[in-house]
C-alpha cells in the first residue's frame, strides 16, 4: 500500500490556526475554577486582567493563621497545604490542595482574619483575586461582579452545608463517647 502524500493548503492552514483560540495558563485555571466556570472567555479575559500571578517555592507561606484576609487564590501548577495551628502542638494539616483547586474565597467578601495558613508543599504557580480587584470590576462591570458573587454565594453554600454536615457527624460521634464513658 502506497502512502498519499500530505496536502497542504497554505491559505486554509493559516485561517484554521487563527480560530484556535489561544489561552493563557491563567485563563484556563479560571475557567475551571467554579466561581469563573460559568463566565464566558470575553468575560474570563476581563477577570485575567485583575488577578496577579505569583511563584512560591515548596514550604513559603502563602498566607499565615490570622493574617488579614485579602483574597482567593487559585493553584496553576503545584501543591498547598492549609494548615491549623493548635497551641503548644505542631500545626495540623486539614487538607492538600492541587492543580486547579482555589481556596480563600471567604477573603473577598471581607477582610476578617485568616482562619488556617497556606504553605506551599512544592514550588507552585498561584494566581491571587483580591478584594480590590473584586470591587473594582464590581465598579465598572457590575453584572459581571454580580456574576462571580453570585458564584462565590452558591461556593459557599455548598461548603457551609458540607461543614454542616460534617459537624452533625461528629457530635452524634462525640454524645456515643460521652454514653460510653458514663456506662463505665
Request: hydrophobic share 40%; aromatic share 8%; proline share 5%.
Amino acid at each position: 500500500m502506497i502512502d498519499k502524500p500530505k496536502i497542504s493548503y497554505p491559505l486554509f492552514e493559516s485561517f484554521k490556526d487563527k480560530l484556535k483560540p489561544n489561552r493563557s495558563q491563567a485563563q484556563l485555571a479560571l475557567s475551571q475554577a467554579t466561581v469563573f466556570s460559568r463566565l464566558s472567555w470575553r468575560e474570563i479575559k476581563v477577570v485575567e486582567h485583575a488577578v496577579h500571578i505569583r511563584n512560591y517555592i515548596a514550604k513559603e507561606p502563602i498566607f499565615e493563621q490570622d493574617d488579614p484576609g485579602s483574597g482567593m487564590y487559585i493553584i496553576i501548577e503545584g501543591c498547598v497545604g492549609i494548615f491549623l495551628d493548635i497551641p503548644q502542638k505542631e500545626p495540623r494539616q486539614l487538607s492538600k490542595l492541587n492543580e486547579g483547586d482555589f481556596f480563600g474565597e471567604i477573603a473577598l467578601l471581607d477582610s476578617s482574619s485568616r482562619t488556617a495558613a497556606a504553605i506551599a508543599l512544592d514550588n507552585c504557580t498561584i494566581i491571587g483575586f483580591y478584594r480590590p480587584d473584586l470591587m473594582e470590576i464590581l465598579k465598572t462591570k457590575p453584572a459581571l461582579g454580580n456574576k462571580i458573587l453570585l458564584a462565590l454565594s452558591e461556593v459557599l453554600a455548598t461548603r457551609l452545608r458540607s461543614t454542616n454536615s460534617e459537624l452533625v457527624k461528629v457530635s452524634g460521634r462525640l454524645e456515643e463517647l460521652i454514653e460510653a464513658g458514663d456506662h463505665e
